[in-house]
Structure formats: structure tokens, C-alpha cells
């Protein structure tokens, strides 16, 4: 019967009764008396249903040959890939609009202690205890950084007496050679500029500003010497 039909096809092509009653402009109500031959279903309408989907009109109304066209199956499958690939695209966007508010989002960071910059110096006037960044700025996890409060002038002018600066872990040596690093020896942290004697296997901490001579570092002669990471970035208060 008709109905039975209707019904068939409606669980080959995965609709509900509401989805193809949308196409059809009717309520699912309607499909639900239709498919249980309750009431019958005018010929444009089945003609709707054919050219929508492809379906062999014949084989709707009198249950002889095939349920689809020799390319109703092809159409049918190429509508449900464009579906798909709609679906697809909307959830990559609602992927990627999330990720974007998630990077613009100010996360507190706390100041973790001081950094050795040369001798130490008085702090005059109030300083931050914490700063707020967006991850964005950092390029990778929050966990992955340290704030640490500049005490001393020999990196000057690059880096002031005061600043803060967002170190990024790393205990990669090789990696950061010539970059501005946390350096850790004997249980005090300094930051310096790293450079490497590959020859005599020293590790060479330089200065920025020329008043302070470098500071030469043997391994062998410390029991705690390591690397906590490289600068990110610099904030300053002005």
C-alpha cells in the first residue's frame, strides 16, 4: 500500500516524519496518516516527494519497479554529503569561534618572585602583583609561563629594573642559544643573555648593558645549575 511505501522510504533516506514533512510543507502529523493510510496523499505532493528526492513516481503510486530514478540513489547521496559537509563546516566554525574567544580571554597571572638582573636594587613606589594577559599574547598554555619581577640593571636599556617578564619554560640549552634566559645556579635565578663555549663546555651568562662583565659558568664546579626557560615577553609599568 501507499502508505507503507511512504514509510519505507522515509527509513531509507533517515527522516523523521517532521524533516520530510518540512519538505513537503506539511506537519508530521499528516506523514503519520499518510504512512499508516489514514489519508492519501495528493499527487503533487507525491510529485514533491519524487523530484525532492529522486524517487521513481511510478514505483510510489503502484509498487512496481525500483524506489528511485537510475539516478535518484546518486542524487539522493549527494545531497546527503552537501548535509554533511554543511554540518561539518557549521561545527568547525563553532570549533574555531570558541577557540578564538578562548584565546582573547584575560587570564590573571601572579608575579612568582624576582629574577637577578646584576647586583640587586632598592624598589622604589609601589609594584604589580599581578598582571593580566590574553592568552593570544602567549602563544600556548597558561601553565606553560612564568611571571617573574626584574631586580637590577644589566639588561638595560632592553630590559628595565621593575619590569616583569613572562618566561616560557624550557630546559632545552641548545635551543636557546643567543636568546634572553632564566638560569638557575646554586639556587638563585639570574637572566642573562645564553651563549655556550662548546669547546671548553662553559656556559657564558652576557649582559645587555656593557657596565657588567659576562659570567662565566662551569658545571662542574655547581651542584645546581639548569634552565627554567626563555623570555616571552617584557611589561613594564609606566
Known amino acids: 500500500m501507499l502508505g507503507y511505501r511512504l514509510k519505507a522510504l522515509r527509513k531509507h533516506l533517515k527522516l523523521s516524519q517532521a524533516e520530510i514533512g518540512g519538505v513537503l510543507k506539511v506537519n508530521a502529523s499528516a506523514i503519520s496518516q499518510m504512512e499508516s493510510n489514514r489519508i492519501r496523499p495528493s499527487l503533487d505532493t507525491l510529485s514533491e516527494l519524487a523530484r525532492e528526492y529522486g524517487v521513481n513516481l511510478h514505483w510510489l503510486i503502484t509498487g512496481d519497479g525500483n524506489m528511485f530514478t537510475a539516478d535518484g540513489d546518486e542524487n539522493t547521496d549527494r545531497r546527503l554529503q552537501k548535509i554533511r559537509s554543511f554540518i561539518n563546516q557549521e561545527l568547525l566554525s563553532l570549533v574555531r569561534t570558541k577557540s578564538e574567544n578562548e584565546a582573547m580571554k584575560p587570564y590573571e ?34 601553565e606553560d609561563f612564568y611571571v617573574l619581577r626584574v631586580n637590577g640593571r644589566s639588561m638595560e636599556p632592553q630590559i628595565y629594573h621593575n619590569d616583569l617578564v613572562i618566561i616560557r619554560k624550557s630546559h632545552d640549552w641548545n635551543k636557546h642559544k643567543g636568546s634572553i634566559c632564566a638560569v638557575r645556579i646554586d639556587g638563585e635565578i639570574t637572566l642573562k643573555r645564553l651563549t655556550m663555549d662548546d669547546k671548553s663546555k662553559m656556559i657564558v651568562l652576557l649582559s645587555v648593558n656593557e657596565e657588567y662583565s659576562p659570567i662565566l659558568v662551569n658545571p662542574r664546579e655547581h651542584q645546581d645549575i639548569s634552565l627554567i626557560g626563555n623570555l616571552k615577553m617584557i611589561l613594564r609599568k609606566l
Open 109 to 142: 597571572m601572579h608575579v612568582g618572585g624576582e629574577i637577578a638582573a646584576g647586583p640587586p636594587v632598592e624598589s622604589a613606589g609601589p609594584t604589580m602583583d599581578v598582571v593580566t594577559v590574553n592568552r593570544s599574547m602567549l602563544g600556548g598554555k597558561i
